[in-house]
Structures are given as structure tokens and as C-alpha cells.
Nanobody, 125 residues
Framework: QVQLVESGGGLVQSGGSLRLSCAAS????????IGWFRQAPGKEREGISC???????HYMDSVKGRFAISRDNAKNTVYLEMNSLKPEDTAVYHCATVHPKVGPSSWRMVPFGSWGQGTQVTVSS
């Protein structure tokens, strides 16, 4: 079973950038679709982006144009490049193996497997 470890979070000012990493062990990441989720205090966890095993990418509308997901097969790592950060992006960010469900006008992803500890992203105004 693949194990995932997130890193790269931190404190950044509004408008700043961070790059999150999701490093895998136990299996090749390109065999899986990988999703990024976040959970803010008092809110439900939400899926924000995923990259499929074939390299297709999907984004939630609130991060589209600001975030970019990518995968480095040599490093067995998925990245989430986050630009133009806003205070509402403050959350704990997790990555997970997922089953993407893509429709003609919407998409969602169903996580499976274990979760890592996540990485905290705090955006100050």
C-alpha cells in the first residue's frame, strides 16, 4: 500500500506562494490518481485538485488559475504549487490516493487508503 507524506506548508502573507509536496513510498505514484484536500478549522474537508495516473488535472473553481498540481515520477512526488494565496486558503492540506469521478461539467474525487499527517498552510492578511 502506498504511503504518503505531505510537507511544504508554512506561514505566508496574502499574495504569496508556497509549494506543497506529497512524497510516496511503497508504490509508484504514477499508478494512482492523487488528490489534494484541505480542511480549515470548523469546516468540512474539501477536495481541491487531483492528477490522474494519465496526467489529467482537475481543480476546484476557487483555486483554478492560482494552484497547479504536478507529478515528478523520478522523485515519486506530487506537488501543489500555490500562488496568489488568500487568507481563506488557510487550512491543513492533505494528499491522498483517490478515485476521480469526472462528469461533463463537474468532478469529484473519492479518497481511499491511509491519510498522512497533513501540512499546515497559514495565510495572513
Amino acid at each position: 500500500q502506498v504511503q504518503l507524506v505531505e510537507s511544504g506548508g508554512g506561514l505566508v502573507q496574502s499574495g504569496g506562494s508556497l509549494r506543497l509536496s506529497c512524497a510516496a513510498s511503497g508504490a509508484r505514484l504514477d499508478y494512482y490518481a492523487i488528490g489534494w484536500f484541505r480542511q480549515a478549522p470548523g469546516k468540512e474537508r474539501e477536495g481541491i485538485s487531483c492528477i490522474t495516473d494519465r496526467g489529467s488535472v482537475h481543480y476546484m473553481d476557487s483555486v483554478k488559475g492560482r494552484f497547479a498540481i504536478s507529478r515528478d515520477n523520478a522523485k515519486n512526488t506530487v506537488y501543489l504549487e500555490m500562488n496568489s494565496l488568500k487568507p481563506e486558503d488557510t487550512a491543513v492540506y492533505h494528499c491522498a490516493t483517490v478515485h476521480p469521478k469526472v462528469g461533463p461539467s463537474s468532478w469529484r474525487m473519492v479518497p481511499f487508503g491511509s491519510w498522512g499527517q497533513g501540512t499546515q498552510v497559514t495565510v495572513s492578511s
